[in-house]
């Protein structure tokens, strides 16, 4: 067992090994957070994403970071998560819960199978990392719980269907406004922070015509950053966010304005 003397709170994000994961986890690190990461697998190339990540957090000040590599979708991969972050830091501060895809296709062309699989990686495990964390949560000073949504919860267009990942994106801010109403007396705050069209990473960004599109379709006329979507989760993981419970943050450039 492995436990750090820092007093600095432990962040435990999934989906850290890229795109808006890997850049929060490279804001915290320059806040010296102590920082638990999670990728799907440990696969080479998924490895070698997370030791860059892992390498530019380390320079850029992190207490420490610990990766823990499982493929969510069931309640075990949950434990896995929680259980080595307290067995190796003996603490657990605060939670993101980045991890999720985006598919677009029209309803017919989904399944039951992809369907049910939307929302095990991504509302259900969000419940369970909740549930299993508010005793490490409540104990903390700073128990934070921030779920990544996304526009497509809000904003629906027939050329561009995702109903599969709308349906769980919405469950998940479902799930994050009744955990934050049941939990508010506690000091935990749970939020969600729902962004638009984000550049995840350089080498996703081979079509120009669709972020051309994307980008016509934002009131803004911008792409985010995945840095513009991770300083708002680190506001809403900071102290000076303690009194926001419940909230869907949208970062997207007035994509979802009514």
């Keep these: 067992m492995s436990k750090s003397s820092s007093t600095a709170p432990v962040v435990l994000i999934t989906g850290a090994s890229s795109g808006i994961g890997a850049a929060l986890a490279r804001r915290l690190a320059a806040d010296e957070r102590r920082l638990v990461l999670h990728a799907r697998r440990s696969d080479a ?24 590599y499982t493929e969510l979708g069931d309640e075990s991969a949950v434990r896995h998560l929680i259980e080595g972050t307290l067995e190796h830091f003996g603490q657990l501060d605060q939670i993101v819960s980045n991890a999720g895809y985006a598919l677009q296709e029209g309803i017919c062309a989904s399944t039951w199978q992809s369907l049910s699989r939307a929302f095990e990686v991504m509302p259900l495990t969000f419940a369970a990392l909740i549930r299993h964390a508010v005793p490490s949560l409540q104990a903390s000073a700073l128990g934070r719980v921030v779920g990544v949504s996304s526009f ?12 599969e990942t709308a349906a769980a994106k919405a469950a998940m801010e479902a799930i994050a406004k009744s955990a934050a109403a ?11 922070v729902a962004p638009g069209y984000t550049r995840k990473d350089a080498t996703r960004m081979g079509n ?7 980008a016509a379709r934002t009131p803004s006329g911008r792409i985010a950053t995945p840095e513009k979507i991770a300083e708002a989760i680190r506001f809403l993981l900071s102290d000076g966010a303690s009194h926001i419970t419940g909230q869907v943050v949208h970062v997207d450039g007035g994509l979802t304005l009514a």
Excluded at 45 to 68: F, I, S
Excluded at 182 to 192: F, H, K, P, S
Aim: hydrophobic content about 50%; charged content about 15%; glycine content about 10%.
């Design 45 to 68: 190339k998924a490895g070698a994403a997370m030791e860059q990540v892992v390498g530019a957090c380390r320079e850029l000040g992190a207490g420490e970071c610990h990766v823990l």
């Design 152 to 163: 497509v919860a809000h904003r629906f267009d027939a050329d561009t269907p995702f109903p």
């Design 182 to 192: 049941e939990l508010a007396a506690t000091g935990i705050t749970v939020n969600c």
């Design 208 to 214: 120009a015509a669709a972020w051309t599109m994307a």
